[in-house]
């Protein structure tokens, strides 16, 4: 299922919009201080699922991948996602929750990092919650 997270008509805008979404994706990966193969499958898997054009990932990833280690802060990739249906905000925090626990657990920074999207995406800390739970159930 390809998700239609993006208007199809702004290929420049969407690129971007597609990168902000992979930079907060391997923010999360990253934040444990261990960037594995798992969790990068995984953001292009999800990446697979936004974009069509499948062509540009690896770009994409290339891309995504420098622009988040030359960041230091989490509101730059924020900005265009907040303004997303919640469905579709929705669907970025289950694969943030499966990226953070993709090695079996969460720890204080990654659980902090969920509670600060929460507030920036504007998503309520009880469906922030749902979904891990979620996420936890099909992880077992």
């Known amino acids: 299922m390809i998700l239609k997270f993006f208007n199809k008509d702004e290929k420049q805008n969407n690129d971007s919009n597609l990168i902000d979404v ?9 934040i444990d201080e261990n960037y594995t193969d798992i969790e990068r499958k995984i953001i292009k ?4 699922k936004i974009n069509d054009n499948k062509e540009d990932l690896d770009k994409i990833m290339i891309e995504a991948e ?5 960041s230091n802060h989490i509101q730059e990739f ?3 996602i907040k303004m997303m249906e919640k469905e579709n905000k929705k669907e970025v925090i289950k694969n943030i929750w499966t990226i953070i626990l993709s090695d079996g657990n969460s720890d204080m920074y990654e659980e902090n990092l969920m509670r600060r ?15 891990k739970l979620n996420i936890q159930g ?3």
Do not use: F, P, Q, V
């Open 22 to 30: 992979a930079c907060l994706m391997i923010h999360a990966a990253k």
């Open 45 to 48: 898997n999800t990446l697979t």
């Open 66 to 70: 420098k622009k988040e280690a030359d």
């Open 78 to 80: 924020t900005r265009n």
């Open 117 to 131: 999207l929460a507030g920036l995406l504007y998503i309520d800390d009880k469906t922030i919650g749902e979904i």
């Open 138 to 140: 099909k992880l077992k």
